[in-house]
C-alpha cells in the first residue's frame, strides 16, 4: 500500500515525525510505505501509483502549484484522501478555484494581499493548543469518531474564511467538524469515497503509541 505524503519534509517538524508512525500504527500488521513527495516534484510527477494521498502540515510549501496537482488528482480520481493542518487549508483551496471556480482564491499566508481571501487569520492562532472538539450528527467524521465529543491538538494559524463557507458548503463541502465557538474545524466531500480534510493534527496521536480513528479509516480506505 503506497500513501503519497504531499508536502516538503522537515525532521524538526513534529507531524512529519508522527505521520508515519500513526500510518504504522492504524495499519497494524498489513503492509503500509509512506512515500514523501515534495511539492516541487509533485508538479510533474506520476501520481496514479499511489493507493492513498496526505497532504501534510507545515505550508507555505515550496510550491503550491505542485500540492494542489496532487489535491486534485486525488479528488477527480476519488483516491482515499487526508489533509491535516496545511493539507486541509490547501484542500480547500483547490476545491475553492477548481470546483467553485474562483481562480484568485487565496490563501493569506502566502499572499497576504489576496482579493478572495479563503484561507484566512485565525481569530486566535492554535499554536500548540488543543480543543474540545464536536463532530456534527450525521457526518461521515461522526461515524468514524463514534463519539460527540473529541479532544484534538493544533499547529495552525490559519483556517476557513467564514465569508467564504456558504458557497463551500453549496459547492459540495460539508462541515464534519466544529470548533467550542462554532467555527468549521474539519471538512469532508461526502460524494467523495474518502476525503477528509482537518485543522487539528490527528497523527499528533501516534506519540503516545494510539491508533487514530481517522488514520484508520484513511488506511482502510487505501487498503481497499
Known amino acids: ?113 489576496t482579493s478572495e481571501p479563503v484561507i484566512t487569520n485565525l481569530a486566535c492562532a492554535l499554536i500548540e493548543s488543543s480543543e474540545v472538539l464536536r463532530p456534527v450528527p450525521g457526518t461521515r467524521f461522526h461515524e468514524i469518531y463514534g463519539a460527540d465529543e473529541i479532544h484534538e491538538t493544533y499547529h495552525c494559524s490559519y483556517g476557513l474564511n467564514s465569508d467564504y463557507l456558504p458557497r463551500l458548503v453549496q459547492g459540495g463541502l460539508r462541515v464534519g467538524v466544529l470548533a467550542p465557538n462554532g467555527e468549521a474545524r474539519a471538512v469532508e466531500l461526502p460524494t467523495h469515497p474518502f476525503f477528509f480534510a482537518t485543522l487539528f493534527q490527528p497523527e499528533r496521536s501516534a506519540f503516545s503509541g494510539q491508533s487514530h480513528p481517522l488514520v484508520r479509516a484513511f488506511v482502510a480506505a487505501a487498503r481497499s
Not at 505542485?66 to 496545511?86: D, Q, S, V, W
Not at 486541509?88 to 475553492?96: T, Y
Open 1 to 113: 500500500m503506497r500513501i503519497c505524503l504531499i508536502g516538503d519534509f522537515n525532521p524538526e517538524v513534529l507531524a512529519h515525525q508522527a505521520i508515519p508512525r500513526a500510518l504504522a500504527l492504524a495499519a497494524a500488521d498489513d503492509d503500509v510505505r509512506p512515500e514523501w513527495l515534495g511539492t516541487e516534484s509533485a508538479v510533474n510527477a506520476d501520481l496514479a501509483a499511489y493507493d492513498g494521498f496526505w497532504c501534510v502540515p507545515a505550508s507555505p510549501y515550496r510550491s503550491l502549484e505542485g500540492a494542489l496537482r496532487a489535491i486534485r488528482f486525488a479528488r477527480e480520481e476519488r483516491r482515499p484522501f487526508l489533509g491535516t493542518c496545511g493539507g486541509c487549508q490547501h484542500a480547500v483551496l483547490e476545491f475553492a478555484r477548481n470546483v467553485l471556480h474562483i481562480s484568485a482564491a487565496g490563501h493569506q499566508e502566502c499572499d497576504p494581499a
